[in-house]
């Protein structure tokens, strides 16, 4: 676990170049000592670090430091209001008030609860009264699939080979393809949960995943892609009007991004479950859900030392699609990253998602609920941009002098967004846009 900084907290607010730098040093000399704290650890903040906070920031688990206690959230107070209020914490970034909000296991706290814990922050802090602490609650069970209390235990386990990580040391991938056992006939995902072993949580930042598919004469291709993870992240679950398919005999690559975290773990493995739909859940009966990459730029770009660029990619449909979840990609140099739709037959551009502070240390997919997910007709087109930032006011940069080309090292830029589609026809069109305008007038 860390110790709580002993930098000064002003070479912090420079390295991390928050806007809220201003209010937090005026805010430092507020009382320590108010003498009538109306926010309180027990009875306000408490409650918020449960609920957002601890699955990551207990021991054994991925956050740098347990925030489990009074004691152990007190020395960390200031650096808590700097990154709730920057919202960097929770890590789950998607901007607040534009496009579309409504989304599943949206990780981001309230604009109340921030306001709570930064009010507790320039009271001083203060503890309350032992009474108002919230009763313990429980957290996922790093052992148990979170999913199995809703569908049982999966249908399927895939496993990554055992892979051993040191105490010390530097970030380390970890890259093998394993066989799919029992599925021998393609089938419709329910669900998907990516699960770290006991031992592993602490190390495993993330884990992918993705499909390999037996050809006719046995030679494996490339397939879409499974599923990624970062703690924190529930999984995956495929609506049940749509089917992603789990391809027959297939294998599975993994991407796992381990980090040394002070104790060595020996032959670590990574569990994927998948849940089917049943045997009779045809696919060919249904709309067809993918996962896919979605790129940004015609072809390669060079970023300027010190310098700056945008990229921008297009994607049309021959046929009318529903968009299900955003996932930006990018490495060192991807600052911001949106969404956009075009509809031809409305003849309107609209905003969906937009990611200003892309932070490269968490991948996460944005899951937009069902009656929001937006419905384009055919010929729509989706419009991704992205900005790139290659100057010293990027606090994740390495190093603003080289230019930055593409490629899959961590130093080079990359420009996608993995994202869920469903693929409709225009009756399934019709009758998903009926739907809701008859959940509308009934509202
Ligand atoms: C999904 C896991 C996860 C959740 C949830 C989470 N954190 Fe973190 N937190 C981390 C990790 C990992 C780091 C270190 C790497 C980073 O900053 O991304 C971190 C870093 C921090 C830091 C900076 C520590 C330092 O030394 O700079 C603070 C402060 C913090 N978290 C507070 C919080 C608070 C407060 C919440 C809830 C409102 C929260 N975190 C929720 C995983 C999490």
């Not at 991390?16 to 937090?24: C, E, G």
């Not at 409650?47 to 489990?68: A, F, K, N, R």
């Not at 730029?297 to 945008?310: R, S, V």
């Not at 603003?400 to 069109?429: F, K, Q």
Request: proline fraction near 9%; include cysteine; glycine fraction near 8%.
């Amino acid at each position: 676990m860390r110790r709580p900084p002993t930098v000064p907290i002003e070479r912090f607010l420079a390295r991390v170049a928050l806007p809220t730098a201003a209010v937090f040093l005026t805010s430092v000399s507020a009382s320590a000592t108010d003498p009538d704290p109306v926010v309180t650890f027990a009875k306000d903040v408490a409650p918020i670090l449960q609920q957002s906070c601890q699955v990551c920031h207990q021991v054994g688990s991925i956050g740098p430091m347990s925030l489990m206690t009074y004691e152990e959230v007190r020395p960390w107070a200031d650096l808590i209001k700097v990154q709730v209020e920057s919202r960097n914490m929770p890590p789950y970034h998607y901007d607040v008030g534009v496009g579309i909000q409504q989304l599943k296991h949206d990780a981001r706290l309230s604009e109340d609860e921030i306001r709570t814990i930064t009010a507790w922050v320039d009271q001083g802090a203060p503890m309350g009264n032992a009474a108002d602490l919230p009763g313990p609650i429980e957290f996922p069970k790093a052992g148990v699939f979170r999913l199995a209390e809703e569908y049982g235990e999966p249908d399927v386990i895939v496993r990554s080979t055992p892979y051993s990580v040191p105490a010390n040391g530097q970030d380390l991938w970890w890259q093998p393809t394993v066989e799919v056992q029992g599925i021998p006939t393609d089938r419709c995902i329910r669900a998907i949960e990516t699960k770290p072993s006991v031992k592993g949580r602490a190390v495993a930042h993330h884990a992918n995943s993705t499909w390999r598919l037996r050809g006719e004469d046995g030679g494996m291709t490339a397939g879409g892609r499974l599923s990624e993870y970062a703690l924190g992240k529930l999984g995956e679950i495929v609506p049940p009007d749509a089917c992603r398919i789990a391809p027959a005999n297939a294998q599975v690559s993994w991407d796992i991004h381990y980090y040394p975290a002070g104790e060595e773990v020996i032959d670590d493995q990574v569990e994927i479950g998948i849940w089917l739909y049943p045997e009779d859940f045809k696919p060919e009966t249904l709309y067809q859900q993918t996962l896919a990459l979605y790129g940004l730029q015609g072809g390669d770009f060079d970023i300027p030392p010190h310098g700056k660029l945008m990229t921008q990619g297009f994607h049309s449909f021959d046929h009318p699609v529903r968009i299900d979840s955003f996932q930006p990609h990018g490495h060192l140099r991807l600052t911001s990253m949106s969404l956009e739709t075009f509809d031809p037959r409305a003849g309107r551009r609209e905003m969906v998602s937009m990611v200003s502070h892309w932070n490269p240390g968490w991948h996460l997919s944005h899951i937009y609920e069902d009656d929001v997910a937006p419905l384009l007709p055919a010929g729509g087109v989706i419009i991704l941009t992205g900005w790139y930032d290659n100057s010293e006011a990027n606090r994740f940069s390495p190093d603003p002098d080289p230019w930055v080309g593409t490629g899959n090292r961590t130093g080079d830029e990359m420009s996608h967004a993995w994202i869920a589609i469903t693929h409709l026809d225009e009756a399934g069109y019709q009758r998903l846009l009926a739907g809701r305008q008859a959940k509308r007038n009934g509202d």
